[in-house]
């Protein structure tokens, strides 16, 4: 009689949890299990690009800087667009610029001041380029630019990320001489 009482005790509990005492759940809730995240990729579909103007840009009252003539349109919120060499794919992002005074490390070329303008934008790819990119700022009266094969910047003892992601760090100088002050127009 025991045993016949557990079962029955048994398959009430069961019943409950299948049916109608699980009818006051939406179907997706469970009590005892989180919701997981959403899925996310382990892969960095960036691209960065940073460049460095030594020269011919004018530093603005809030920290940032605007390229002059050969630099032109090379400022903040700019529309910078990435073009695969091979795939034809564009993205467009707008850029930050900022002026960035780099410590002294090591011996300084002879008028250097260390003041530079920086222009950055990040893009994320839908298709990587292996063959490289090229970089246009919109409203600019140059061509693009061709910034070749991008580097992993992957530490040594890492994955390599797959071709065609990585990073860019590029510099610019108009002038003939670094002793030009940044404000000087140098075509």
Request: aromatic residues 8%; proline residues 11%.
């Amino acid at each position: 009689m025991r045993s016949m009482l557990i079962r029955w005790a048994t398959a009430a509990v069961t019943m409950c949890g299948v049916g109608a005492c699980a009818a006051n759940l939406p179907p997706s809730a469970s009590p005892s299990l989180p919701v997981p995240p959403p899925a996310t990729s382990g892969i960095d579909r960036t691209v960065y690009v940073r460049w460095q103007l030594a020269d011919s840009f004018d530093v603005l009252p809030d920290g940032k800087c605007a390229g002059r003539a050969y630099f032109d349109e090379m400022r903040a919120g700019v529309r910078v667009q990435l073009r695969g060499d091979t795939t034809g794919f564009s993205n467009e992002t707008r850029a930050t610029a900022r002026v960035e005074r780099q410590p002294l490390r090591g011996k300084r070329a002879l008028g250097d001041d260390g003041v530079y303008c920086v222009i950055e934008a990040v893009f994320e790819p839908s298709m990587p380029d292996p063959n490289g990119y090229w970089l246009k700022f919109a409203g600019s009266a140059e061509r693009e630019h061709w910034l070749g094969k991008p580097s992993s910047g992957t530490p040594f003892g890492q994955p390599d990320p797959p071709p065609g992601y990585g990073s860019y760090d590029i510099g610019s100088q108009a002038c003939p001489t670094l002793r030009d002050l940044p404000d000087k127009d140098c075509p």
